[in-house]
């Protein structure tokens, strides 16, 4: 039985163990120069001639001797006997020590005319002029860069010197199955290592992805030691919890030696290392956000320290748009969002949930909480690290609140028009109160309208704030379920519900109001699911019989759908901000032709009203 970690250790204090007890493999390589963009050299590269090796010319012209043109003027033009016709890059010999450039001579019947003096080295490009033989061109431990693969071939180089560091990537688990195979419910598709080997590579490090190993300690045992024979670093994805079929910890100590089982960080926290035959061990959680995390947090921290090049991150300080509870004691690691707003930077918190691998693809960063800070405020300046250039956010329209493929049409048609659109998800309420504390451009929501009933006014809490509202498109909400069924026999079925503010409960509970049906009779009512978008995919799966959802839903589930209502929806954008570049751009896009026929392809949508503003 696997053993349960007793301790936690700090993250600060694990990253030192890390470093002390994993020591740099000084491993070298040499690679061709076409290859070795984002390698770090592992010696000093110098030039073995000089450049450009003798003087030439810099402009097309004639070659001349500087001295015997000294009396040359508009007044009394000379002419040009011992002259040589150059051109760009082509050598000049003594005792020519100047060009004219070729637009200032004249041709007079044969003769070249000059009006004008030349200068001593006017033109010239002495010998070594941009490097000498000898010269440093790239220092030790520098990452090369695309404008550094550019001057090594011309200064000759075929070959670097790199540093080399060979990852192994072990995935454990009898529930995972390949890339390419369809998983069971029960079963998972491995994706850690894919992760791990792209991030790691990045860095200039040499990964093998090992097949992956069913939860049976000897294979596990044995796929290891030949990982540790094979590579400077191993990592073992899963195994590394609490679990009957976690058996990292037990492997470790019996091949080599544990380090530590249990760090404080979040997500992460049964994260071990340990060492086997001088080989560093990372053993990481199989939940992929936990996973990515390790991998960043500890994997390429060491192979940093170890001399490879680090991913490009970029320091960001930005107002925290919603409030944040931590843990003291514990190091989080939270995905964030971050745009630009009213001339300031905002960012937004992602989901937390370590099996929520979707919150990584929508992130453009993180934000680190230390384990000596419980929790971060609404409005309050924090560090925030992003993976791209502050300045691709500068002018990118920022869109809080529910999402839909709606939305994520609206952005890749803004993309054809050199505009990324960045899209938050917070549901209606968190997209509402983003508008009222100017943290977004725009709000979208799912907006229930029902003919003849006026629905609750989710606008109230933005106190009388003048807003516009545009309509991108509308849809059917009602009932789905396996089978027909009215809106009656909602006193008689289970049902799924969602949470308060969501256009699906709004609308329900509108109509049990209207029809007098008291919802302590509705079965499943105090049940809510987060994610109203997996309602219909529940009833599927006989969760419940019916749910209120939209008809894109229930149609895409293979249910029946009894319409009831309608889902229009909308962004919302503060008045006042209607003239900003971003409003502008996303209402215009809204507006256009090329977006309403884009959304005339899908079913279930209805785009008379697409484009309308309303205030």
């Known amino acids: 039985m696997a053993k349960r970690y007793l301790s936690l250790i700090s993250f600060t204090d694990a ?29 000093p590269v110098y030039a073995k001639f000089s450049v450009p090796g003798t003087n030439v010319a810099a402009m097309d012209g004639l070659a001349v001797h500087s001295l015997g043109t000294s009396a040359a003027s508009d007044q009394s033009p000379i002419v040009l006997h011992n002259a040589v016709r150059v051109n760009t890059g082509q050598s000049v010999q003594p005792p020519h020590d100047a060009v004219i450039m ?19 080295r006017q033109y010239i490009r002495p010998a070594g002029e941009d490097i000498k033989k000898g010269d440093l061109i790239l220092p030790r431990r520098h990452r090369i860069r695309a404008i550094d693969i550019g001057a090594l071939a011309s200064y000759g180089i075929p070959f670097v010197n790199v540093f080399a560091v060979r990852v192994g990537i072990i995935s454990t688990g009898s529930e995972l199955v390949p890339l390419g195979m369809m998983p069971l419910p029960e079963q998972s598709v491995e994706s850690n290592n894919f992760f791990a080997e792209a991030y790691l590579s990045g860095m200039g490090a040499t990964c093998t992805r090992y097949p992956i190993v069913p939860d049976d300690p000897d294979k596990i045992e044995e796929q290891l030691r030949q990982a540790v024979r094979e590579n400077d670093l191993v990592l073992l994805s ?59 947090e500890f994997a390429a921290r060491l192979l940093e320290y170890w001399g490879m090049a680090p991913h490009p991150t970029y320091s960001l300080r930005a107002k925290l748009a919603q409030r944040l509870t931590s843990e ?67 002018k990118s329209p920022f869109i809080v609140g529910s999402q839909s493929i709606l939305l994520h049409i609206l952005a890749d048609h803004m993309i054809e028009q050199g505009i990324v659109l960045r899209c938050c998800p917070t549901g209606n309420l968190g997209g509402i109160l983003a508008l009222r504390s100017g943290t977004c451009h725009a709000a979208a929501i799912h907006l229930p309208l029902l003919e003849d009933h006026t629905l609750p006014d989710p606008f109230k809490i933005l106190k009388n704030r003048p807003v516009l509202r545009i309509v991108i498109a509308e849809q059917s909400l009602g009932l789905a379920s396996r089978k027909e069924i009215q809106f009656s ?48 995919s529940r009833v599927a799966n006989f969760n419940a019989d019916a749910a209120m959802c939209t008809q894109a839903s229930a149609r ?46 899908l079913k279930d949508y209805r785009t008379e009203k697409t484009g309308i503003i309303s205030r």
């Not at 249990?262 to 061990?281: A, D, L, S, W, Y």
């Not at 029809?515 to 499943?524: A, E, H, T």
Request: hydrophobic share 40%.
């Open 489 to 536: 026999d909602i006193r008689e079925i289970p049902i799924l519900n969602t949470e308060r503010g969501t256009a699906n409960r709004t609308l329900l509970d509108t109509l049990l109001a209207i029809k007098n049906i008291p919802v302590s009779l509705v079965k499943g009512y105090a049940e809510e699911v987060k994610n109203p978008e997996v309602l219909a």
């Open 238 to 296: 899963a195994g590394s919890s609490a679990g009957t079929t976690d058996f990292t910890e037990e492997i470790l100590k019996k091949t080599g030696k544990l380090l530590f089982h249990g760090v404080g960080i979040k997500p992460g926290k049964p994260v071990m290392m340990g060492i086997v035959e001088k080989v560093p061990i990372l053993g990481m959680p199989g939940y992929p956000v936990a996973a990515q995390t390790i991998v960043r």
């Open 328 to 394: 003291l004691g514990f190091d989080e690691f939270v995905p964030i969002t971050a745009g630009r707003v009213d001339g300031k930077y905002v960012v937004f918190p992602l989901s937390r949930g370590f099996g929520v691998q979707s919150a990584l693809v929508r992130s453009n960063g993180y934000l680190h909480i230390p384990s000596s800070v419980e929790g971060i405020e609404i409005q309050q300046e924090v560090d925030v690290t992003l993976f791209d250039n502050p300045a691709r956010i500068d």
């Open 556 to 601: 895409s589930a293979g249910l029946s759908f009894l319409p009831v209502g309608t889902d229009s929806y909308e962004l919302v954008i503060r008045e006042e901000t209607r003239e900003d570049p971003g409003v502008d751009a996303l209402i215009r896009s809204i507006q256009s032709s090329s977006f309403k026929e884009r959304l005339s392809e």
């Open 102 to 120: 070729i637009e200032d001579v004249w041709d007079e019947e044969g003769r070249w005319v000059i009006r004008k003096p030349a200068s001593p």
């Open 15 to 43: 990253l030192e163990r890390m470093k002390k007890s994993a020591q740099p493999p000084n491993r070298t390589e040499t690679v061709l120069l076409d290859v070795a963009a984002g390698r770090v050299t592992a010696e």
